[in-house]
């Protein structure tokens, strides 16, 4: 299969670009551990690949339409995660 081929299926499946697919994939699981395993945005940005805190910070806030300390506070205020009282 050609790239060219490749891309158009893809997109015709997931409705993005492999591309676009990748960064939704590490936005989401730096969201996970930020939420679940308590990182800091810095450290879950290296962790899923971003060289650049500040780039990340940008895609994030594209993506999720909230900063990321921002939208992790608010996850854990609506009950998403468990607070730092529950655990």
Not at 54 to 67: D, K, L, P
Request: aromatic share 12%; with cysteine.
């Amino acid at each position: 299969m050609s790239a060219s081929a490749f891309h158009q299926r893809f997109k015709a499946i997931t409705t993005m670009s492999p591309l676009q697919y990748q960064k939704a994939l590490r936005l989401h699981e730096a969201r996970r551990l930020m939420l679940f395993q308590r990182m800091d945005a810095n450290e879950a940005c290296q962790r899923v690949g971003y060289l650049s805190p500040s780039q990340f910070s940008r895609e994030y806030g594209r993506y999720f339409g909230r900063a990321p300390v921002k939208d992790v506070t608010q996850l854990r205020a609506e009950g998403w995660a468990p607070s730092d009282s529950e655990r």
